[in-house]
């Protein structure tokens, strides 16, 4: 589906069931049938979705400014995440990504508000750019030993972050992935 207007928490897609965005609140898939850009972007009273085993690609923008989601499963069998995947998805309190990912787009989580923790794959070797950009719960993150590089504003507006530890892991290049965090009080590299 293509983008119709809006912005980011109020963004309209041409999906068929935009009109009801404001209805849905949860959905059902069966096999066979797979993931579009923007898929689900803008349902807004959507709470859960259990992601089939045979998905493979969470495409860009496809849980984009649904608001009120605050339970997804990523099955193993996912190996690619778009950009802006999960943006604004402000009910979202923790996500853990399986290790089955190996594409990665930016902004995925950007603006998820009420995002406390996030558990991120050992084999994980770059944060994407603003991938946690103004998630402003923000206060778990574990950093996999194998990271190399964080992304530009991967975690700019990140106002709950305290302390980063950066130690175990091979970092090479951090970008300006850390501004306007007013907390935080201590890195450890």
Same mark, same amino acid.
């Given at each position: $589906?293509?983008?119709?207007?809006?912005?980011?928490? #109020?963004?309209?897609?041409?999906?068929? $069931?935009?009109?009801?965005?404001?209805? %849905?609140?949860? &959905?059902?898939? +069966?096999?066979? %049938?797979t993931l579009g850009k923007r898929a689900f972007q803008g349902l807004s009273v959507l709470?859960?979705?259990? %992601?089939?085993?045979? &998905?493979?690609?969470?495409?860009?923008?496809?849980?984009? +400014?649904?608001?009120?989601?605050? *339970?997804?499963?990523? /099955?193993?069998?996912?190996?690619? %995440?778009? #950009?802006?995947?999960?943006r604004a998805c402000d009910t979202m309190t923790e996500i853990?990504? /399986?290790?089955?990912?190996?594409?990665?787009? +930016?902004?995925?989580?950007?603006?998820?508000?009420?995002?406390?923790?996030?558990?991120? /794959?050992? *084999?994980?070797?770059?944060i994407p750019q603003g991938m946690f950009r103004d998630c402003a719960a923000l206060e778990n993150i574990n950093f996999p030993d194998n990271l190399t590089g964080i992304g530009n504003n991967a975690f700019s507006g990140c106002n709950s972050l305290a302390f980063l530890d950066l130690s175990n892991t091979k970092l090479v290049t951090i970008g300006s992935s850390f501004s306007g965090i007013s907390s935080l009080k201590q890195v450890c590299l």
């Open positions: $589906w293509v983008y119709v207007g809006g912005a980011i928490r #109020t963004a309209v897609v041409s999906s068929p $069931w935009s009109d009801y965005s404001d209805k %849905i609140t949860e &959905i059902q898939m +069966d096999s066979g %049938i709470t859960s979705f259990s %992601i089939p085993s045979e &998905i493979t690609v969470i495409p860009e923008y496809a849980f984009a +400014d649904c608001i009120s989601l605050n *339970n997804v499963t990523i /099955p193993q069998t996912v190996v690619s %995440i778009g #950009t802006a995947a999960f853990d990504f /399986p290790s089955s990912v190996v594409e990665w787009g +930016d902004s995925i989580m950007i603006g998820c508000q009420n995002l406390k923790t996030v558990q991120l /794959p050992s *084999n994980m070797t770059e």
